[in-house]
């Protein structure tokens, strides 16, 4: 299984971008994917997770900014971020729990890093 992300960039406070994130492979089931973000020397954080189908969950510095969506037939993610921030300037990880190497085996898989960076 891989996670593939695109999007990020460079965008002034108050602007948008958006982040989509792609699974592929042998994927028997996913069970959630979201998204979290990492700045130097801290630790990895979650921006927004949806399990299942069940309502996202955010983290409360994005709450009413970010909105995440899942195209269930595809396997994609995709994080819309509005009003962005300073704090906001992150790396971006695209992460999935995920039935793959065996039907009743989920793993945690992360895609590669999309740099966002806030200009204030």
Known sequence: VQLQASGGGLVQTGGSLRLSCAAS???FS???MG????????QREM???IIGRNSPNYADSVKGRFTISRDYAKNTVELQMNSLKPEDTAAYYCHGDI???LPNRKDEYWGQG????VSS
């Not at 998204?35 to 801290?42: A, I, S, V």
């Open 47 to 49: 921006v927004a997770v």
């Open 25 to 27: 492979g042998r994927i």
């Open 30 to 32: 996913i069970f959630s």
């Open 35 to 42: 998204w979290y973000r990492q700045t130097p020397g801290k």
């Open 114 to 117: 999309t740099q966002v960076t």
């Open 99 to 101: 039935f793959g190497r």
